[in-house]
């Protein structure tokens, strides 16, 4: 991602639509979780970014990990966060350290080959029961500036991200597409989108502010499609995003140790 990135996204998390809708969809199936026989008292944000997340979670104490000692220094200001520098594909805890992990727009980072490690190694430290709460960018098509300046390395379809998850070991709870409603107008811009900047500017990502009815319609529209997709188990056939919630299960022999 590129540096200046990180400011934007530190502000855009408080009231940008898009992060509004991610988090409250984060929330609702963070809720799901509490019914797991070892609670979610133990909670790793692998990719925490600016923070916004372990804020949101303040109240179980979370981790957080994230490769940018710049994301770092801003999740900081959020409050005095347990945070690791390192990488999600060799994650630096002990097998079966926590009962949920988040990875939220962060694996879409991750160079594709590694991608099946960084799946392997939230496995392993994922106590037996325990949840992975994914979101994902989708479909390559979109790839555009965006994408470029946040550090997106590749979209994803649903089909792969079954199998990569299946192949660590999880099974699925939730898997489906997000971002259905406003597809056909994002997907639009995203095409628009797609050519270099004029001068060889360096590319900037979505996040600029909308006007707050706008922002306040958008984001509503993202709360009705969590709701359909978290509490009642709607699969969705598009979206922009994949959000999924994944389980290790409880009689586990794979890579526990």
């Keep these: ?6 400011a934007t996204m530190f502000g855009s998390e408080e009231h940008h639509w898009w992060y509004l809708g991610l988090h409250d969809q984060l929330q609702q199936a963070f809720a799901r979780c509490r019914g797991l ?14 923070g916004k997340v372990l804020e949101i979670l303040r109240d179980v104490a979370p981790v957080g990990l994230d490769l940018s000692a710049t994301a ?23 097998a079966a350290s926590f009962d949920v992990a988040v990875s939220l727009d962060v694996l879409a980072n991750v160079p594709p080959a590694e991608v099946p490690a960084a799946f392997r190694e939230l496995f392993r430290v994922l106590a037996p ?40 070991g999880f099974t699925l709870d939730i898997c489906s597409y997000s971002n259905t409603i406003l597809f056909p107008i994002a997907a639009l811009v995203r095409l628009w989108r797609k050519r270099p900047r ?29 709701n359909m997709i978290v509490r009642h188990g709607f699969a969705l056939p598009f979206g922009l995003s994949i959000f999924v919630l994944a389980r290790k299960p409880v009689a586990d022999n794979l890579q526990s140790a």
Aim: aromatic share 6%.
């Design 1 to 6: 991602m590129q540096e200046a990135e990180y």
């Design 37 to 50: 026989a070892a609670g979610p008292g133990r909670v790793l944000d692998a990719g925490c970014g600016t």
């Design 72 to 94: 770092l220094a801003l999740a900081r200001r959020r409050g005095p966060f347990a945070l690791t520098q390192a990488s999600a594909t060799t994650l630096p805890f002990a």
């Design 129 to 168: 029961g325990g949840a992975l709460i994914l979101n994902l960018v989708a479909f390559e098509a979109l790839y555009s500036e965006h994408d470029r300046a946040v550090g997106v390395v590749k979209r994803y379809r649903i089909g792969e991200v079954r199998r990569l998850l299946a192949a660590a």
């Design 198 to 226: 004029p001068g060889g500017r360096p590319p900037v990502s979505d996040l600029a502010p909308l006007p707050g009815p706008v922002n306040a319609v958008l984001a509503g529209i993202r709360r009705l499609e969590n």
